[in-house]
Every structure is written in C-alpha cells, then in structure tokens.
C-alpha cells in the first residue's frame, strides 16, 4: 500500500509529534534533530492509543488489535494481546479499564497495560446482540466500576441494567429514560460517574449508576443540526463529559457543565480543500484536509479529541496544539470503525465478585 502522503506543520502554531523512530534515530537528537518535536507517548494522561478490529466485516474472526499514538510505542507487556479472550469486541474504557463485549452476554473487564483480565458474571436475561454499553469506573479507585447497559423498555423509552463491582451483581435501575429515540451504535462514554450515549434525535441519554437517575440532555447548539458530524467523549482533570463537533469552518469542542449546560472549550479552524494533493496545515490558516474531519470517541485528562482525517487518526491538545497519529500495523481501517481511545495506566483488576 503507498504511504499516505506526510503532512507539514509549522512549528510556530503546531507540533507535529508522529515521528517513528529506531533506536538510531532516539540517540541522534546530538546530531541535529530538533529534540522539541520529539514526542514519545505523550504527557501523563493523554489518550495512549486505540482499540479496534482490522476490518469491522471481519470482527468475528480477528483478534482484537491496539495502536498507540506517539513516535514510540508503550511497553505493553503482551503486545499481541493474546491474553485477552477470542472473538472479543472493545466496547468502552475508563481511567485504564477496558471492557470487552464476547459471545453469549459475556462482558470482560481487563487491564492491557498489566495484561489482566477477568470475566464479568452474565446478566440474568441475554442482552441485544449489540448493546449499548458503557464502563464507568472511578478516578480514585478504578477498581471500583459498573457497567451499564442500556436496554429497551417495555412501556417504551430505557431501562438499564447494571453491573456493581462491588456486589459481583447485576441489577435493574428504576430510573427509565424517556426518550424513545434509537441509541447511536458505539457512541457510549463514561465521564463524571455517569455514562452517556447519543441518540438519533440528535440528543443525549445520560444515566449515574451512584444516584440511579437518567436523564435526557440536548445536544450542543451546533450538533442539534443532522448534518453535522460530532461525538462524545471525556476530557480534563475533572472528567467532564464534552462533545466535539464539526462545523463547516471549525472542530468546535464543549464540555457539559452545571444545569445541563453546554459551554465552548475551544476550537480548531479548519479548510477543506478537493484535489489529490498532500495537504498542508500553514502558520495563521485553519487545518486543511480533503473531506471534512470525523470527531471519534475520545479519553484524556489532558484536553485532547481524537479525529479521524484522511485516512489517519490524530489526537489533537486544544492547548498545546500538539498533533500525535496512531500508528497501524498495516493499513488503517476506515473512518466508521469502532475506535475505542484508551488511556494506558496500572490500575489494577481486582478479582470480580460473584454476588
């Protein structure tokens, strides 16, 4: 496969931080390379890498595959990932967790940095074949998890289903969602200790598994449109929920706040320009790219998203304007994969009670 063409960025208004390199070229920074655009695997808290399956046609055969962002991958100690179970699909992470989805209902929580894994007890009724899930674990003990699943209610609206850490049990919540809109497939996130999905309205379904409360929230005043591209993710020291939407003009990034109100983070110009030409992102001028930027789930404590831009996934810091890629093993899948962002810590995977 010819390699896509580089992009070029100028280091007054970006740093570019995708550099792959051997073990020469990281002791050759004496010898003229600028070690400021040196970038292994980025500040602490910023999102590592994804997780995803080389061809969504092919999920139930592959093997669950990782790429990292950054010039040097992290020392995973299994990088094949062969002790996690086959035919697993990643379906959230949380603060280092990952949670899988295999066959027959069956969950799995793990950990790749410390290579553990253990299986979740089953639910007491099989869910969907593809469900709406997401892992909510906490920032002081990521030990301490649920699991939700969002499911149909009878009387219309969602119903959830939960999984305690704590418990070794599943339970069914009280609260329903009233909203009858289908769930976004792989929209679901966790942030502040509680998860949320995007639904087709567009709108958001929101349900803290603590409280046991659920909720309907609008969407940003920019992605209320049908026409634009936006998806939702956690980001900052304090977890919030923020979504990244993507206008005509602009990558434009909120974040939830008090009241259920949507206020402005940042913002990323950019151009979209036609032709087969290599593209150039130029001091002053907005991020040019062929085909308008599509915004993936994204995980940082940092104030990072991740987009997906001509063929390459790029984590982007709404304040440093750093710009780190992942870098595939092989050709990079396509901009509808369900890219899971993970961020690569040590918390640790406790022995999952049976309740």
Same mark, same amino acid.
């Given at each position: 496969?010819?390699?896509?063409?580089?992009?070029?960025?100028?280091?007054?208004?970006?740093?570019?931080?995708?550099?792959?390199?051997?073990?020469?070229?990281?002791?050759?920074?004496? @010898?003229? !390379?600028?070690?400021?655009?040196?970038?292994?695997?980025?500040?602490?808290?910023?999102?590592?890498?994804?997780?995803?399956? +080389?061809?969504?046609?092919?999920?139930?055969?592959?093997?669950?595959?990782?790429?990292?962002?950054?010039?040097?991958?992290?020392?995973?100690?299994?990088?094949?990932?062969?002790?996690? +179970?086959?035919?697993?699909?990643?379906?959230?992470?949380?603060?280092?967790?990952?949670?899988?989805?295999?066959?027959?209902?069956?969950?799995?929580?793990?950990?790749?940095?410390?290579?553990?894994?253990?299986? !979740?007890?089953?639910?007491? @009724?099989p869910?969907?074949?593809?469900?709406?899930?997401?892992?909510?674990a906490?920032?002081?003990?990521?030990?301490?998890?649920?699991?939700?699943?969002a499911?149909?209610?009878?009387?219309?609206?969602?119903?959830f289903?939960?999984?305690?850490?704590?418990?070794?049990?599943?339970r069914?919540?009280?609260?329903?969602?009233?909203?009858?809109?289908?769930?976004?497939?792989?929209?679901?996130?966790?942030?502040?200790?509680a998860?949320?999905?995007?639904?087709?309205?567009?709108?958001?379904?929101?349900?803290? +598994?603590?409280?046991?409360?659920?909720?309907?929230? /609008?969407?940003?005043?920019?992605?209320?449109?049908?026409?634009?591209?936006?998806?939702?993710? @956690?980001?900052?020291?304090?977890?919030?929920?923020?979504?990244?939407?993507?206008?005509?003009?602009?990558?434009?990034?909120?974040?939830?706040?008090?009241?259920?109100?949507?206020?402005?983070?940042?913002?990323?110009? /950019?151009?979209?320009?036609?032709?087969?030409?290599?593209?150039?992102?130029?001091? &002053?001028?907005?991020?040019?790219? @062929?085909?308008?930027?599509?915004?993936?789930?994204?995980?940082?404590?940092?104030?990072?998203?991740?987009?997906?831009?001509?063929?390459?996934?790029?984590?982007?810091?709404?304040?440093?304007?750093?710009?780190?890629?992942?870098?595939?093993n092989? +050709?990079?899948?396509?901009?509808?994969?369900?890219?899971?962002?993970?961020?690569?810590?040590?918390?640790?995977?406790?022995?999952?009670?049976? &309740?």
């Open positions: 496969m010819e390699a896509l063409p580089a992009m070029v960025f100028d280091e007054s208004e970006w740093i570019l931080a995708d550099a792959v390199l051997d073990d020469d070229t990281l002791i050759a920074s004496s @010898k003229g !390379i600028d070690a400021d655009w040196v970038v292994t695997d980025g500040d602490e808290g910023a999102v590592s890498g994804v997780f995803f399956h +080389p061809s969504a046609a092919a999920r139930c055969r592959l093997r669950l595959c990782y790429a990292p962002f950054g010039g040097v991958p992290p020392a995973l100690p299994d990088p094949s990932l062969s002790f996690l +179970p086959p035919a697993a699909a990643a379906r959230s992470s949380s603060f280092g967790l990952l949670l899988l989805r295999g066959p027959w209902s069956t969950y799995y929580i793990c950990n790749p940095a410390t290579a553990e894994c253990r299986t !979740i007890p089953r639910p007491p @009724k869910h969907p074949y593809d469900p709406a899930v997401a892992l909510v906490s920032p002081v003990d990521p030990a301490r998890f649920h699991l939700v699943c499911l149909d209610a009878s009387g219309g609206g969602y119903r289903e939960i999984f305690s850490s704590v418990s070794g049990a599943w069914q919540a009280s609260a329903v969602a009233a909203s009858a809109d289908p769930i976004v497939p792989g929209s679901g996130v966790s942030a502040a200790g998860a949320y999905w995007r639904t087709s309205t567009p709108a958001v379904l929101a349900y803290d +598994p603590e409280a046991d409360e659920a909720r309907v929230i /609008l969407p940003p005043p920019r992605c209320g449109d049908a026409s634009e591209l936006w998806q939702l993710g @956690k980001a900052g020291d304090d977890g919030r929920l923020c979504c990244a939407c993507v206008t005509g003009s602009a990558v434009v990034v909120y974040c939830l706040g008090p009241a259920d109100e949507w206020t402005v983070l940042g913002s990323l110009p /950019l151009a979209v320009v036609g032709g087969s030409e290599a593209v150039e992102w130029d001091s &002053g001028d907005p991020i040019a790219c @062929k085909e308008p930027p599509r915004p993936l789930r994204f995980e940082s404590t940092n104030l990072e998203v991740v987009l997906w831009v001509d063929g390459r996934v790029l984590a982007v810091d709404l304040d440093s304007r750093r710009v780190r890629e992942v870098r595939f092989g +050709p990079a899948p396509g901009h509808d994969e369900d890219y899971v962002s993970y961020i690569s810590t040590v918390a640790p995977v406790a022995p999952v009670a049976s &309740g």
